[in-house]
């Protein structure tokens, strides 16, 4: 594959299926990651390390990294609440993890049952743990810091804490920090604010941008995104996703969509779309009656359109 200027993280077989009712066949999300991969994403959250009790969908964590693992080239990611969620992660073999830090505290209670330090304490934990691993088996550790444009339980969202909490993970061990819109509440103005005051605090490892759609103002936060110098983006193939532990809180950004986006203002992503559009079949048959968002899958490609990746 050639050289890119945007990386996408498909998010949709982790974000996307802790939130569907139907349960997805193991052999379904294998298919999925490899066409996902076939089409030329080269970074997948396959799933989260949870404990099955409380999302049964993700059971099948640990097989289904296995799989992905056997696929060329391809950064498998996963996602762990916890210590143990990590540990298991590692165990399994994942090369990047992400760890979920909410700054809104009610969230964060919700979510993961710690205060946004304590999460921050169990990332230092797990930072520490992964390095005293050999060196080939330590994976890289963002933090996902969550609700970082607003909450659905508390509103507002103070940015002093997004950016404190950011520091903290970065001295805690973390390799890079993402900023989440888990709620789906930010603007494009925020967002240019937000990334830029977290880029002045750690610099380099700020990391990507995890964007949902909740109210239609998903691809904009991403053009606001990239102008601010951002080039990392998680989406979810179909805009499948939402947090259980954030009332109200709905799909991510459609991978297609933005692809589509991506390509046409000459960003190369290295993902052929027809091949991408072409595994929402696989969904609408692996989890039947779950709504596939997304335009460009209804309206299609426009005549004459050319990929940036293709130029
Ligand atoms: N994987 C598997 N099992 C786990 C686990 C994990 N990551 N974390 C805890 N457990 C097990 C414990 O071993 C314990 O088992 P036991 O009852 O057999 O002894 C049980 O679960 C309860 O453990 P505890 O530490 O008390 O966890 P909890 O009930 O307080 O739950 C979380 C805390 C973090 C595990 C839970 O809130 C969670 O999974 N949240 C994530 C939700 C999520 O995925 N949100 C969407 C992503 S943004
Ligand atoms: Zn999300």
């Not at 102008?227 to 499948?240: C, H, I, K, W, Y």
Request: aromatic share 4%; charged share 20%; with cysteine.
């Amino acid at each position: 594959m050639g050289k890119t200027d945007v990386l996408i993280s498909e998010v949709g077989p982790r974000d996307g299926l802790q939130n569907t009712k139907a349960f997805m066949p193991t052999e379904y999300k294998k298919r999925w990651i490899s066409a996902a991969a076939a089409a030329g994403l080269t970074e997948i959250e396959v799933c989260s390390f949870v404990p099955p009790k409380l999302i049964p969908q993700m059971v099948d964590a640990a097989e289904v990294v296995a799989h992905a693992k056997t696929i060329p080239g391809l950064t498998v990611a996963a996602l762990a609440p916890n210590y143990k969620g990590a540990q298991r992660a590692m165990e399994a073999g994942v090369h990047k993890l992400t760890l979920t830090i909410s700054v809104s505290k009610s969230h964060s209670l919700a979510n993961v049952r710690m205060t946004p330090d304590e999460a921050i304490a169990s990332a230092k934990k797990i930072c520490d743990f992964r390095d005293s691993l050999p060196p080939e088996q330590r994976p890289k550790i963002e933090s996902g810091l969550s609700t970082v444009f607003g909450c659905t339980i508390e509103g507002v969202v103070s940015e002093d804490e997004v950016v404190r909490l950011a520091i903290a993970s970065a001295e805690a061990g973390c390799d890079e920090v993402g900023l989440a819109d888990t709620t789906g509440y930010a603007n494009p103005e925020q967002i240019r604010r937000v990334f830029k005051k977290v880029r002045a605090a750690i610099g380099e490892k700020l990391g990507g941008a995890h964007l949902h759609n909740t109210r239609g103002l998903g691809l904009a936060n991403v053009v606001a995104a990239l102008e601010v110098g951002v080039r990392t983006f998680d989406s979810s193939l179909a805009g499948l996703g939402g947090c259980p532990f954030a009332p109200g809180a709905s799909g991510n950004i459609v991978t297609e969509d933005l692809v589509f986006m991506l390509e046409a203002m000459g960003l190369r992503t290295g993902i052929d779309l027809e091949r991408l559009l072409a595994i929402r079949e696989l969904l609408a048959e692996g989890i039947p009656g779950e709504l596939l968002y997304g335009y460009v899958p209804l309206a299609g490609v426009p005549k004459g359109f050319v990929p940036a990746s293709g130029r």
